[in-house]
């Protein structure tokens, strides 16, 4: 196991670049990160405390810095250190300038400007909070998306993560014995999935579950056979319906919440094309 310091350098959040170095390490498995985040660095001053922090413990650098001052200060003391620094935009930037024929602002957080889209994006996660669960189903067809799925099929986390990407999405549980909303007949301009997952996958989610909250685990909410039924009748349901279908068993919410994506955007075009044609 090769352990290292990494110092990840924003004149932002930080998120993008925080993103991008987890992207690369996750290719290194072999390899245990001392991972040292430092956001909003838009003074010389701020830099010059970063460089006594990567003095002390050496490592690599990335970083993400549109001030040509403060890349110039950063660089030159990684020189000295005999340090690699990273410029991890660059590529992508120089790349678009060429494309475009055009310049770059020069503007740190670009991309957190609190514009039109920024503000569709808190009302995506406003509506996403008050519709979970089966909250407010009086206007579902408010909604982009509506996730469907047994307890435990990670409906919240994956709503609110395309919430974050604009996207206004409701979920409703499937549970054994109860009518689904009324108010989801009808509407086809909203994108229903249903989440599905193994029924040992599911056991395995819902005791743990169990465990957190000091229940007992022997209802029947665990229970093999049932879970099997449960799952496989809300399955039988979502082909009924017509419903298209993730299974969410070995996937990550990331990318449960980019083929759900992948679904709206055909979504989407379908739509437009039906509305275009005479």
Same mark, same amino acid.
């Given at each position: 196991?090769?352990t290292f310091h990494?110092?990840?350098?924003?004149?932002?959040?930080?998120?993008t670049l925080n993103?991008?170095?987890?992207? !690369?390490? +996750?290719?290194f498995e072999a390899?245990?990160?001392? #991972?040292?985040?430092?956001?909003?660095?838009? +003074?010389?001053? #701020?830099?010059?405390?970063?460089?006594?922090?990567?003095?002390?413990?050496?490592?690599?650098?990335?970083?993400?810095? !549109?001030?040509?001052?403060?890349? #110039?200060? *950063?660089?030159?003391?990684?020189?000295? *250190?005999?340090?690699?620094?990273?410029?991890? *935009?660059?590529?992508?930037?120089?790349?678009?300038?060429?494309?475009?024929?055009?310049?770059?602002?020069?503007?740190?957080?670009?991309?957190?400007?609190?514009?039109?889209?920024?503000?569709?994006?808190?009302?995506?996660?406003?509506?996403?909070?008050?519709?979970?669960?089966?909250?407010?189903?009086?206007?579902?067809?408010?909604?982009?998306?509506?996730?469907?799925?047994?307890?435990?099929? +990670?409906?919240?986390?994956?709503?609110?993560?395309?919430?974050?990407?604009?996207?206004?999405?409701?979920?409703?549980?499937?549970?054994?014995?109860?009518?689904?909303?009324?108010?989801?007949?009808?509407?086809?301009?909203?994108?229903?999935?249903?989440?599905?997952?193994?029924?040992?996958?599911?056991?395995?989610?819902?005791?743990?579950?169990?465990?957190?909250?000091?229940?007992?685990?022997?209802?029947?909410?665990?229970?093999?056979?049932?879970?099997?039924?449960? !799952?496989? &009748?809300?399955?039988?349901?979502?082909?009924?319906?017509?419903?298209?279908?993730?299974?969410?068993?070995?996937? +990550?919410?990331? &990318?449960?919440?980019?083929?759900?994506?992948?679904?709206? #955007?055909?979504?989407?075009?379908?739509?437009?094309? &039906?509305?275009?044609?005479?």
């Amino acid at each position: 196991m090769k352990t290292f310091h990494l110092h990840l350098i924003s004149d932002a959040t930080g998120e993008t670049l925080n993103a991008m170095a987890l992207a !690369v390490l +996750s290719q290194f498995e072999a390899v245990e990160v001392d #991972q040292h985040q430092y956001t909003m660095i838009r +003074s010389e001053r #701020q830099m010059a405390g970063v460089l006594e922090e990567i003095t002390k413990k050496g490592g690599l650098v990335m970083f993400t810095l !549109v001030s040509a001052d403060l890349r #110039q200060q *950063l660089e030159t003391g990684c020189h000295v *250190l005999d340090i690699s620094c990273i410029a991890i *935009l660059d590529p992508a930037m120089e790349a678009l300038q060429h494309f475009l024929d055009a310049e770059t602002s020069g503007l740190p957080g670009q991309q957190h400007q609190m514009d039109a889209e920024y503000f569709g994006r808190i009302d995506a996660i406003q509506y996403t909070l008050s519709h979970d669960d089966g909250l407010k189903t009086d206007d579902l067809h408010h909604a982009d998306i509506i996730l469907l799925g047994v307890s435990r099929t +990670s409906k919240t986390p994956t709503c609110m993560y395309l919430a974050n990407r604009g996207l206004k999405v409701a979920n409703i549980p499937v549970v054994p014995g109860l009518p689904l909303p009324a108010e989801l007949d009808g509407l086809t301009k909203v994108l229903i999935v249903g989440l599905t997952t193994t029924p040992d996958r599911l056991i395995h989610v819902r005791r743990s579950r169990l465990r957190s909250l000091a229940e007992p685990g022997d209802s029947g909410y665990v229970d093999p056979e049932i879970v099997e039924d449960e !799952v496989a &009748e809300a399955r039988r349901m979502f082909n009924r319906r017509g419903w298209p279908v993730i299974d969410v068993t070995r996937r +990550s919410i990331e &990318e449960s919440a980019a083929a759900i994506n992948n679904l709206y #955007q055909r979504h989407i075009n379908t739509l437009a094309e &039906e509305e275009a044609s005479p």
